[in-house]
C-alpha cells in the first residue's frame, strides 16, 4: 500500500468511527405522556407564539429594525400585501433565491449591498402561515 492509501485509509476509518460514536450517543426526544399535561399550565407544555412574537424569534429585527420599517441593512416589511399574497409570502421566507431575479429584487440588491435574506425552508410552515398572517396585515 502506498502512504496515500494508508492515509485514505485512516481518515475514512476515523470517518466511520466518528458517524457510529455519534449514533450511539444521539439523545432520543423525549415525549412527555398524555398525563403529564393534566399536572401542568397549559403554558408549559406547548407554547403557541403568535407571528409577531416568530419573527422575534427567527430574528428578522435584527435586520429589518425593531418596528419592522426597516434599517439599513432591510427594507420595510410594511406594505407587503401590495406584492405578496399568503402563500407567495410563505413561499418566499422559504427560498427567498428564487424571487432574486425580479426588478424590486435587484433594486434591493443595489440598495442592501452585502446582506442576504436567510432561507426559512427547514422551519415549520405553520410558524412560516402565523408570519406571514402578521406581515401582510402591516399597513
Not at 415525549?31 to 419573527?55: C, D, F, H, R, W
Not at 429585527?61 to 410594511?78: E, F, R, V, W
Request: with cysteine; hydrophobic share 35%.
Amino acid at each position: 500500500m502506498t502512504k496515500t492509501q494508508i492515509w485514505t485509509s485512516v481518515f475514512l476509518g476515523l470517518f466511520i468511527l466518528l458517524f457510529f460514536l455519534q449514533q450511539l450517543t444521539k439523545q432520543e426526544e423525549v415525549k412527555s405522556p398524555p398525563a403529564m399535561k393534566e399536572n401542568y399550565p397549559e403554558e408549559t407544555v406547548t407554547q403557541e407564539l403568535n407571528g409577531m412574537q416568530l419573527i422575534n424569534s427567527f430574528g428578522c429585527i435584527t435586520c429589518h429594525g425593531g418596528d419592522l420599517k426597516g434599517s439599513p441593512k432591510a427594507p420595510t416589511l410594511y406594505g407587503l400585501n401590495e406584492n405578496y399574497s399568503r402563500d407567495k409570502l410563505i413561499n418566499y421566507l422559504r427560498n427567498p433565491n428564487s424571487f432574486m431575479d425580479s426588478d424590486r429584487f435587484k433594486e434591493f440588491k443595489e440598495k442592501y449591498k452585502n446582506v442576504i435574506m436567510p432561507s426559512y425552508n427547514n422551519r415549520d410552515v405553520k410558524d412560516l402561515g402565523k408570519m406571514a398572517d402578521y406581515l401582510l396585515t402591516l399597513q
